[in-house]
């Protein structure tokens, strides 16, 4: 039985939105009426020139067709803000106090505190990583330990085939050079987009 949902007009805010924003609708309306079908395949979406306001469009079509499903698709929604703190917690402030404060000490606050960090970051990392669908709006990495963390998460996610959604306000370019920037590697942008180009759909 064919599912039915109530689309958006359009992902830019315009009345009558642009070619890119109109084929966008089209063709996530088409994934979504199949999107059981999809998750199996681990088949996601990368979308460049998405701002905060169609990011946000976007992802609301999204949850309103994974919420609306007779079998409940476990997903995450992380803004890019909230992705990056985690990425500096679990790869920067955490390894730094760790290395800094290695003997052990009577319980404090700042323990308790560190506890409740570590959990936090932990849980968050592995929702990221094992919930069925995970989409991550407004991505534009600024720090090295960002694009690490990124690079760990997507790369996990397509070797479980699991579906990633990503938004990003840059253009392909643009987000190949931030993350050139911040790659000692040289090798995460190419590794990201091999995995999204073979495994999702690509919109502009």
Do not use: C, K
Not at 45 to 56: K, Q, Y
Not at 61 to 83: K, N, Q
Not at 154 to 183: F, I, K
Request: proline share 6%; no cysteine; charged share 25%.
């Amino acid at each position: 039985m064919r599912e039915h949902f109530s689309p958006a007009p359009d992902f830019g805010g315009e009345q009558h939105g642009s070619v890119q924003d109109r084929d966008l609708l089209v063709r996530m309306t088409a994934y979504l009426e199949q999107l059981d079908l999809r998750v199996r395949q681990g088949q996601g979406w990368f979308i460049f020139n998405a701002d905060r306001t169609r990011a946000a469009r976007i992802a609301q079509y999204l949850l309103v067709a994974l919420r609306s499903r007779p079998i409940t698709l476990s997903h995450a929604l992380m803004t890019w803000r909230d992705f990056a703190l985690n990425a500096f917690v679990t790869e920067v402030a955490l390894p730094r106090e760790e290395r800094d404060d290695p003997a052990p000490a009577p319980e404090s606050d700042r323990d308790r505190e560190r506890q409740i960090a570590r959990r936090v970051s932990r849980e968050a990392y592995w929702r990221a990583l094992n919930v069925d669908v995970l989409i991550l709006l407004d991505l534009a990495p600024t720090h090295t330990h960002e694009v690490a963390f990124l690079d760990s998460i997507l790369t996990s996610r397509a070797r479980l085939h699991l579906p990633s959604v990503l938004t990003t306000p840059l253009m392909p370019d643009g987000l190949q050079h931030a993350m050139d920037a911040h790659d000692p590697t040289g090798e995460v942008w190419g590794r990201i987009w091999r995995q999204m180009y073979d495994t999702g759909l690509i919109a502009l």
